[in-house]
């Protein structure tokens, strides 16, 4: 992963072990999207948002993995916070 990206804040940074098998991959990255995570084939594995927004991408199959339950939580906590600000500024 890395370093300094919402993906490792998560994960944490450095190497990680995924489970990664496709047919296709990521050639460029839209505008604003930085690679946060590749293989060791230099095949981008995850991306980050640089705009300030809450986006991670992931290409992986976190699904197989137990310790990637944690991109899940985040994935639910930043909803969490994310609608919380919603219905503040509703009032």
Known sequence: MTDDTALAGVLGAGDARVHSYHHQ????LGEGLIAAARS?????QAFVDTSGGHVVGIQWHPEENAEDRRLFEDLVSQARVFAAGRKEGAR
């Open 25 to 28: 991959g990521i050639d460029r």
């Open 40 to 44: 060791d084939d230099g095949l981008v």
